[in-house]
Every structure is written in structure tokens, then in C-alpha cells.
DNA sequence: GTATATACGACAATTTTAATCGTATATAAA
DNA sequence: TTTATATACGATTAAAATTGTCGTATATAC
């Protein structure tokens, strides 16, 4: 409960690694994959939708891999998050309005509450604060 | 990701169900189960569970049922979530020292403080504000 | 040309969560 | 004392979500 994903743990070491690299020169998938004990096909994955997504830029052939494109300090975990994983809350209900308990739910606005908490706290740190 | 489980839904439901019975008389798990739509034995057992983490008080036989036994203004969201799910953190790393990746993971620092983060935010809240 | 990289959809395995079932025990009420 | 209704609890199954694999296509440096 209250756990990120795999993919979301992928994406940020991915993400640090990136970062990390001297120059901003690119990474190959199998490179991070290897040095961090990734999948090498699933982190593979996941960075050609953080590309479409706009994070990061792919550099195609031999020699190529990926490189950060975005300005990480203007995005936030929340929207990262949602990038890659969708909607941020708690329940579903949150944002589907199809809940056949709707009705009878009794808790239905304290977790809305909560739920505002969380996506306020992750709407507060940026991606830089976490890969740098 | 980032949800919380059915188990955890059904017990604030059934908890604020209590909180709002006249004179705290007892509910029982099919008067629960059925306004809201919960599987009964499955709601049974989440309850019992509750009695015997001592946040609810259990009365056998015809005419029994259960009433909130805590005080539920001393109790925070983060100690209910534990008691019901375990520890809570957004990576099981947080807890476990076994992770293989340990040494080459690029991110624990980074995640600690975001666990940090939601823990407080969680231990700032009481039951009580959520089912009353 | 060839080797190595990204691109992407289909599929399979695994893990976690959710729900069900069976049986035992307690007790209020007829 | 019998019966109906409640809690207690472990075993098992079902369903859903997550995680990982595979095959094939395309781009490009050398």
C-alpha cells in the first residue's frame, strides 16, 4: 500500500543517472540497465515513454542513448508521476465519479482531504531536488 | 500506485460508521457490510483485526457486534495505516537493508526524504478527524 | 554491410490484493 | 436446553495489477 512502482524507481535512477552524466551526454539503456541491475528491456520501456512524455531525448544508432531534454527544476514529482503512472490519488474515486457506492460512501470527503495533502506535498518538490 | 487497499477503505468506513451509532452502540458486521456494500466475511475479518489491535471492542453472540474502543484523537492516520498494512514507505527499502541494489542504487537519499516527508504528513492526522 | 542503438506491441510470469469457504466458539432469547 | 445469530480465524481461491520477456522493425555510426 502506498508504494511507488518499479517503473517509477526506474525511471528516477534512470533520471539521476542522466543527470549525473558529464556534459549531458547520452546514456544507452543498457548501460544504466547493467550498472543499477535493471531489466535491460523493460528499463528500455520506460525510457522511450519518458521520451514521448518530453523528459528525456533519444539519440538514435550506435553511440546513441538518451540524454535529459526537460528543465527537471519546472516539473514536480506529481507531475512526473502522473506522466508515468496517471491520476495521483489515493482512490479511485478520487477521480472516477462511477462508484457504485458513491451513495452510501461515508468517507468520501475526508479522503478527498487527504488525498489534496499528498498531491500538494508532491506537487512541492521538483524533479531536480530528487535526481540531484 | 500510491493507493490505499480495500482493507484499509473498509475499516475507515466501518470506523466512522461507529463513530456516528448513537451512544456508541454496537454495529454489527452485516449491518456494515450491507449499507455499504462490503463483502460481509471479508469485512468480519478486517474487523476483527481492529479488535485486536484494540482500536475497536467486539461483543459476541445475538444482538453483538462491534463499538470503538480507542481513543481516536490520540491515534494518527500513519499508526492506523501500520497497524492494518505494516510499515509504511514508499519503497520497501525504506525498511528492508536486503536490497541487492543497495550499493549501486543512485536514489535511496533521495526517496528517504520523500518517505520522511509522507510519514509526517500522515502522523499529522488523527482518526478522529477523518471519521467524525 | 554490419553491429548496435531506439521503438513498440504482444504476451507471459509473478506478486499482491480481494474475496470466499469452512469450522469453531460465544451468547441472547425462545 | 435448543436455536439463531454473532464473532474468531485459518485455508484456499479468484482477480487484478505489476513486472518482465520476446519478436520484429527502424535508424545510423563505422
Redo the contacts with the bound molecule.
Keep these: ?1 502506498l ?1 511507488i ?6 525511471a528516477l535512477i534512470a533520471l539521476r543517472h542522466m543527470q549525473q552524466s558529464p556534459n549531458n551526454s ?6 544504466i540497465a547493467s550498472k543499477y541491475g ?5 528499463l ?2 520506460i ?3 519518458m ?2 512524455d518530453g523528459l528525456i531525448q ?9 540524454k535529459i531534454k526537460a528543465d527537471l527544476k519546472k516539473i514536480s514529482l506529481k507531475d512526473f508521476f502522473e506522466k508515468l ?1 496517471g491520476p495521483l490519488g489515493l482512490m ?1 474515486c478520487y477521480f472516477n465519479t462511477d462508484c457504485l457506492q458513491m451513495k452510501a460512501c461515508n468517507i468520501l470527503s475526508p479522503i478527498q482531504k487527504i488525498n489534496q495533502n499528498m498531491r500538494d506535498m508532491f506537487s512541492k518538490t521538483t524533479l531536480l531536488e530528487i535526481t540531484q
Excluded: F, W
Design positions: 500500500m508504494k512502482t518499479r517503473k517509477v524507481e526506474y547520452v546514456s544507452s539503456a543498457s548501460q535493471i531489466p535491460q528491456h523493460l528500455a520501456k525510457l522511450q515513454q521520451t514521448r533519444a539519440v538514435k544508432g550506435p553511440t546513441g542513448g538518451y503512472e479511485d
